[in-house]
T-cell receptor
Framework: DTAVSQTPKYLVTQMGNDKSIKCEQN?????MYWYKQDSKKFLKIMFS???????INETVPNRFSPKSPDKAHLNLHINSLELGDSAVYFC?????????????FGPGTRLTVT | QKEVEQNSGPLSVPEGAIASLNCTYS??????FFWYRQYSGKSPELIMS????GDKEDGRFTAQLNKASQYVSLLIRDSQPSDSATYLC?????????FGTGTRLQVFP
């Protein structure tokens, strides 16, 4: 009965490859997010979608492209992976686009680029 | 200047004591404040939210907010070893959350 789920949990790949991470929420929330947590545990927002519409794009390289086929799903595709992309990527959702709405996180996808 | 600042710790407290975690933020327009707990290798878990000045209590947790001082804190009473984790402070900035780097709490028996 997972509220926010992500696949895969672990992803190990070589530089230059293209990979995707999928996220689904069954909370009926309108807003979904992608966060990156680096090795120093700093959690930073990358994108947010509200009802399938891109709201936030935080100076993320063009190699990262989010896609929201419906408001329950938000996928992240990464082209030409680089060593610096290694991190844990978290999907999150909230009832509406902030201000006062609490965000709930998925289990994370640990991406390792070799 | 960092937008949300926390002492990285570790903060070590004995079992049964009160753990006090602090956070300062730079945006005076912020209106929503959250505390997340993150166990090693796990995702952030929301434990408290606070929107107005003063204290908000939930079980062993109390969040305190002082907008004039741009300060938010989390008190954990009767600390347990299971409370050992990293605690992330998050503050709204228009349409997104800004997270602090977290404070690592260690509760020893």
């Amino acid at each position: 009965d997972t509220a926010v789920s992500q696949t895969p949990k672990y992803l190990v790949t070589q530089m230059g490859n293209d990979k995707s991470i999928k996220c689904e929420q069954n909370l009926g929330h309108d807003t979904m997010y992608w966060y990156k947590q680096d090795s120093k545990k700093f959690l930073k927002i990358m994108f947010s979608y509200n009802n399938k519409e891109l709201i936030i794009n935080e100076t993320v390289p063009n190699r990262f492209s989010p896609k929201s086929p419906d408001k329950a799903h938000l996928n992240l595709h990464i082209n030409s992976l680089e060593l610096g992309d290694s991190a844990v990527y978290f999907c999150a959702s909230s009832q509406e686009l902030l201000l006062f709405y609490e965000q709930y996180f998925g289990p994370g996808t640990r991406l390792t680029v070799t | 200047q960092k937008e949300v600042e926390q002492n990285s710790g570790p903060l070590s407290v004995p079992e049964g004591a009160i753990a006090s975690l602090n956070c300062t933020y730079s945006d005076r327009g912020s209106q929503s404040f959250f505390w997340y707990r993150q166990y090693s290798g796990k995702s952030p878990e929301l434990i408290m939210s606070i929107y107005s000045n003063g204290d908000k209590e939930d079980g062993r947790f109390t969040a305190q907010l002082n907008k004039a001082s741009q300060y938010v804190s989390l008190l954990i009473r009767d600390s347990q070893p299971s409370d050992s984790a990293t605690y992330l402070c998050a503050v709204d900035n228009t349409d997104k959350l800004i997270f602090g780097t977290g404070t690592r709490l260690q509760v020893f028996p």
